[in-house]
């Protein structure tokens, strides 16, 4: 099972309004993948560890925990879909 990983903040707009679109495409490909939302603020390191420098931003896991795709930026539904097909 693949994981995405969302790194957001409270404070921006853009992940705001992205949120439910990346919500309901992982609840579409919910036999292929799994959502972690991850608040920069609470989790300094993490994004740290992916290199967050903007938001929001896309990292998707493959079953082996390694990084297959980042996006960094608001994206097309259909492109987000296409990491899962």
Sequence with gaps: ???LLYFTGSWCSACQKFKPVVQNVCSKYSDKVILEL????LNPRLAEEYHVTALPKLVLLGDDGWAIKAHTEVMPVDELESWFN
Excluded at 38 to 41: A, L, N
């Design 1 to 3: 099972m693949m994981t």
């Design 38 to 41: 991850i608040d920069v603020e």
